[in-house]
């Protein structure tokens, strides 16, 4: 296993239509953690944010960008990010937005986690963690998410939901196959993923502070297709554990 300094880091940022955002996210997750390659993976944003990116590699040649046809998603986003990250032998693999809600500062926190845990969850809802400027409705669908996702499919987790995660190359070459989200469910499919194939998730609190500029892309739709995926996986998940209750143990030979 490689020491923890000289494990290579690199961090993904989606951006669509984040030309405020992307200059100060950058500079500010490169001065959190000098030695961490930043990656952003730009959908094609009309607003010219890959060009913006461009400009930013070209000025710091650990910041590169990958620049994907359109609009896809945010969970194929990062499903590009990480295979990129692992072709090219990162150790260590972070997903963190764009928009200022995940703080570049609180990196070093999930990096040290990450030590004794194959996953380690940014996580709002655990003693220290917090939500800045959410309106009350926002955060009650948030935790209500996290509420449903751990009574359907039972993950002992706070914050299943959140977007700032790190991983080491081993967790998510092990589970990426397995995974068939594309949109906003990927955190919630990866998390279950990880925890499935038996791998330690560790969560540590964070500050998430609700973007100041650009727009959300979240919509309603993308609120009920993750529903409705968490209930069809708890749905197999209780009905495999109901089955394994009733069937009659074998006898050894
Ligand atoms: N490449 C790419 N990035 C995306 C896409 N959709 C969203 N993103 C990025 O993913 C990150 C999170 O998107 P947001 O719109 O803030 O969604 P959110 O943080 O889940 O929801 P809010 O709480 O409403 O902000 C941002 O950096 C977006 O620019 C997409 O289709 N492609
Ligand atoms: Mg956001």
Redesign the pocket.
Known sequence: MTDQAEERILVI??????RD?IEPIVTRLRRAVARADVLV???N?PDG?GQLADALADRDCQVKVMH?QG????G??YLAGFRWGLDHGYDVLVEH???G?HQPEQLPRLLAALADADMVKGSRYVAGGSVVN?PKS?ELLSRGGSWWTRLMIGLPLRDITG?FNAFKAETLRAVLDDIASVG?NLQVDLTWQVVQHGFKVVEVPIDFI??QR?????SGRIVVEALLRTTVWGARHRWGQLRNLFRPSRPRA
Do not use: F, H, I
């Open positions: 940022v989606p951006t669509y239509n984040e955002n993976v730009d959908d944003s944010t994907r609009k896809e998603g945010l194929a986003a937005d764009a928009d809600s959410w926002r977007g906003y609700e973007r650009g727009q959300s892309k979240m």
